[in-house]
């Protein structure tokens, strides 16, 4: 699916917020957080509009992988967007700043 995915701009198809997170979710476990961080880009690029599982997974990914700037990035961005963090997000947050 995430290898289908990136293919969405040579099949002339844009992926819903939907399809994405649930991309970003599988990315998150494996610890891929720059493939997770890539993609997001790719999808903002195309106009998909994250919600706040994709942020979640997206920052997540970054907890842990120790990468807490880009967690607190990410977190900034969804304050710009206007996107309420869940409580999974703001645990990973929270987990981030400890270490």
Not at 12 to 26: D, G, I, Q
Not at 56 to 69: M, N
Request: charged share 20%; aromatic share 6%.
């Amino acid at each position: 699916a995430i290898r289908l995915l990136g293919r969405w701009s040579e099949l002339s198809l844009t992926p819903s917020t939907v399809a994405v997170s649930s991309c970003l979710s599988a990315l998150e476990p494996c610890g891929h957080w720059q493939e997770s961080l890539s993609l997001a880009r790719q999808s903002a690029d195309v106009s998909v509009i994250p919600n706040d599982v994709s942020y979640g997974a997206c920052i997540s990914a970054c907890e842990k992988a120790r990468q807490w700037q880009l967690a607190l990035s990410k977190f900034g961005d969804m304050a710009q967007r206007n996107t309420r963090p869940n409580a999974i997000t703001c645990n990973a947050i929270m987990r981030d700043r400890k270490s």
